[in-house]
T-cell receptor, first 112, second 114 residues
Framework: AQSVSQHNHHVILSEAASLELGCNYS??????LFWYVQYPGQHLQLLLK??????LVKGIKGFEAEFIKSKFSFNLRKPSVQWSDTAEYFC??????????FGAGTRLTVKP | KAGVTQTPRYLIKTRGQQVTLSCSPI?????VSWYQQTPGQGLQFLFE???????NKGNFPGRFSGRQFSNSRSEMNVSTLELGDSALYLC?????????????FGPGTRLTVL
């Protein structure tokens, strides 16, 4: 069955620490990959997406993600987190139009 | 440009009732997708409409249905509500028909079933 796995449910970091959130998917064909963020009390919003080309994708707010096809992974990274990065992060995959499958989410808490 | 709007924002219903939720996409967007978000199951895809046609459907029972109007506005209906239907229902719109399109999410409708 198609699935998206996010390994970390809750990550706690201090400001300036580096961040890496794992995402693995199990899909047979070509996929499009996304990371969304949901800040407390706000809408889901897109951080970055990958559908072709350079597997290292840069997004907003200093986030980046690397697509490793052989590992079916699309991990999210940020070299130095800020308190304002406290949010829930969702990895998502789609093959077909409009049918986005999300991971369970990773809650990130950044301590000032 | 105005974002995706959803009405109502909060709704309380009792078991057995039915409910209709509304979503207005970003102007010019023709695709509307619906998701259910719960603490236990996370974000789950319900269905997607494009140009008034349902193109994709998730694994939800037939009690969950939707439609899209000619102005791209969409409604979602849940009949014979169950306690487990309590959730945040999110609507997302995207511009065209491409699977690489970014989906823009609305604030959601929080449904509580008593």
């Amino acid at each position: 069955a198609q699935s998206v796995s996010q390994h970390n449910h809750h990550v706690i970091l201090s400001e300036a620490a580096s961040l890496e959130l794992g995402c693995n998917y199990s899909y047979g064909g070509t996929v499009n990959l996304f990371w969304y963020v949901q800040y407390p009390g706000q809408h889901l919003q897109l951080l970055l997406k990958y559908f072709s080309g350079d597997p290292l994708v840069k997004g907003i707010k200093g986030f980046e993600a690397e697509f490793i096809k052989s590992k079916f992974s699309f991990n999210l990274r940020k070299p130095s987190v800020q308190w304002s990065d406290t949010a829930e992060y969702f990895c998502a995959v789609n093959e077909a139009v409009g049918d986005m499958r999300f991971g369970a989410g990773t809650r990130l808490t950044v301590k000032p | 440009k105005a974002g995706v709007t959803q009405t109502p924002r909060y709704l309380i219903k009792t078991r057995g009732q039915q409910v209709t939720l509304s979503c207005s996409p970003i102007s010019g967007h023709r695709s509307v997708s619906w998701y259910q978000q719960t603490p236990g199951q996370g974000l789950q895809f319900l269905f997607e409409y494009f140009s008034e046609t349902q193109r994709n459907k998730g694994n939800f029972p037939g009690r969950f249905s939707g439609r899209q109007f000619s102005n791209s506005r969409s409604e979602m209906n849940v009949s014979t509500l169950e306690l487990g239907d309590s959730a945040l229902y999110l609507c997302a719109s995207s511009g065209t028909s491409g699977s690489t399109d970014t989906q823009y999410f609305g604030p959601g409708t929080r449904l509580t079933v008593l």
